[in-house]
C-alpha cells in the first residue's frame, strides 16, 4: 500500500512538471498544482491514518480493552480518513465501549478497515495475458 501511494504520487508530480514545462497556461498550472496539493494531502492523511491503526492493532491486550488511549487513537484515525471523503461509520467505536470490547472485535475492526484500504489499492486484470 505504502509503495503504491508514493509511486502514484511521484507520478502524479511528474505528469505536471511535463504540463507545466512544455508551456500550459499559467492557468491550468495552478489548478494542476492545486490538485497535486490535494492529492499530496489525503495521501499523507491515509498514510498516517494506515500506521495509526497499525500501531493500535498491535498494541491490542489479551481480554478486555481497557486502554481509552487505544480508542481515541482509534477514532482519531477514522476522523483522518472520513476527512479524505472516506465513509468510516460502521467502524467506529463508541468512547462507552472502554472496558467492555472484547480486543478480538476490536482487532477485527482494525483488520477490516486495513484490508478495505489494501484492496482499493489493488489493481483487477481482465483478459489474458501474453
Known sequence: MHLTLVVNSIHSTLHAWCLVSTGVKSQTRRSLQIQMSAAATTNDAIR?????????????????????????????????????????????????AVGNTDATEFAARIDAILMYFTLQQQKTRI???N
Not at 62 to 88: I, P, W
Open 127 to 129: 483478459g489474458f495475458r
Open 48 to 96: 498516517r491514518a494506515y500506521v495509526n491503526l497499525k500501531a493500535v492493532r498491535t498494541n491490542l491486550p489479551s481480554g478486555y480493552v481497557h486502554e481509552e488511549g487505544l480508542f481515541k487513537m482509534f477514532n482519531r484515525a477514522l476522523d483522518e480518513l472520513q476527512q479524505t471523503g472516506v465513509d468510516v461509520s460502521e467502524w467506529r467505536m463508541p468512547y462507552d
